[in-house]
């Protein structure tokens, strides 16, 4: 089955706990994304790979970083989480940006 | 960078009336404009996109119409059913020489009262 998987899909943590959010696609895509969503705001973009060892900067990339060592896989580190990094997180995967993504389930991270 | 605008942020319809979406982009260059629907504790989901080289697409009950001279383009609902209560975001992006970027608008609550 095509899928997107995140995990963990909750997380609460508190303010400068290093942590790391995965993702794993199985469907040979070369672009993925992280998206942050919070009410009002829609999905904004925070991290794009169009492919292994290939990343670049979203909308609002500040407090993250990613890294793409294999195709199937793009995490997403927060090293030092703030309370303005508490929201709803998806990923998404796609073979470039002008095809449609394919989002996983959403990670809910609050940080405290 | 891209910016893409989003109206109204809430609709209300009435079961069998249509439900019309705007949104507007900064970037020329963008080409790809996709339409996605997110329901209640859902990831996001496709359900249509237009490229630039096309002005209107339509799929069953919704369609989408694409003006690149103004930078615009709407989505379309027609004979609107209670499941089709959910967010709904517009998106615009580009390929390679204009930059890789997905932008999203800021979404619209759609609530269809039976």
């Known amino acids: 089955e095509a899928q997107v998987t995140q995990n963990p899909r909750y997380l609460i943590t508190v303010t400068g706990k290093k942590l790391t959010v995965t993702c794993s696609q199985n469907?040979?895509?070369?672009?993925m994304s992280w998206y942050r969503q919070d009410p009002g705001l829609g999905l904004r973009q925070i991290y794009y790979s169009m492919n292994v060892e290939v990343t670049d900067k979203g909308d609002v990339p500040e407090g993250y970083k990613v890294s793409r060592k294999e195709k199937r896989n793009f995490p997403l580190i927060l090293e030092s989480p703030s309370p303005n990094q508490t929201s709803l997180y998806f990923c998404?995967?796609?073979?470039?940006?002008?095809?449609?993504?394919?989002f996983g389930p959403g990670t809910r991270l609050t940080v405290t | 960078g891209e910016n893409v605008e989003q109206h109204p942020s809430t609709l209300s319809v009435q079961e069998g009336d249509s439900a019309v979406i705007k949104c507007t982009y900064s970037?020329?260059?963008?080409?790809?404009f996709p339409w996605y629907k997110q329901e209640l504790g859902k990831r996001p989901q496709l359900i249509i996109d237009i490229r630039s080289n096309v002005g209107e697409k339509k799929d069953q009950r919704i369609a989408v119409t694409l003006n690149k001279t103004a930078k615009h383009f709407s989505l379309h609902i027609t004979e609107t059913q209670p499941e089709d209560s959910a967010v709904y975001f517009c998106?615009?992006?580009?390929?390679?020489?204009?930059?890789?970027?997905?932008?999203f608008g800021g979404g619209t609550r759609v609530l269809v009262k039976p």
């Open positions: 998106a615009a992006a580009s390929f390679k020489a204009a930059g890789n970027k997905l932008t």
């Open positions: 469907m040979n895509h070369e672009y």
């Open positions: 998404a995967s796609s073979y470039t940006p002008t095809h449609e993504q394919y």
């Open positions: 970037d020329s260059a963008s080409n790809y």
